[in-house]
């Protein structure tokens, strides 16, 4: 079977690539993760990667005068690493055109809202602030914007009674953690097409 090339950006706790890194195990998943890349040396999902035999690197940003050049580091070494699709899990940075040319309509993010509904960070504070019924989370192609992107495909959660940050993120979590390995699937079954027309916003289609 053929298994699709991936790299991971990362920088924080990584319970989406524990996902990504247990489908695969369970052998639910065609996908070979290439490189776990962190900006961040502390994250804990480089010690999920190592646990799993999986490659893993840190290039801080501090280390870069510009984005550009922080990009074209991460580029150089998830080409090295030969990555062909990148999922975005929890990384903290916002990509410029170098990096997104490197990858055309090859990179994915996990967001935990119903885009176009609460982007950026705190997703769930806005989410519980706004006074939502439903949220949910959302995968979606990156784009030059924050949270922007065409969208792949999107999970409802409900806002309970009594809910707070944490309650709902992790109820959210647990629905992020089944998209990303779905459209992961999706991507390595060569399922995922990008509808372009003039002047229109580029949809995905998946079957
Ligand atoms: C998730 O909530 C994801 O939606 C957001 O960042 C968080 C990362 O969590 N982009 P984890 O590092 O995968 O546990």
New binding site residues.
Partial sequence: MTLLPVGVL?????????AILDAIAGEALPVDVRLVLSNQPGAA?LARAAAAGVPTAVISHHDYATREAFDGALVGALRQAGAEWVV????MRVLTPVFLRAFPLRVI????ALLPSFPGIH?QRQALAYGAKITG?TVHLVDEGVDTGPIIAQRPVPLLDGDDEDTL?AR??VE?HRLVVQVLADIAAGRLHVVSSAGARPHVTCG
């Fill in positions: 990362v920088s924080g706790r990584g319970s989406n690539l524990q999902a975005l899990a929890g990384f993010n996990i967001h935990p997703a989370c993120a959210i979590l992020e």
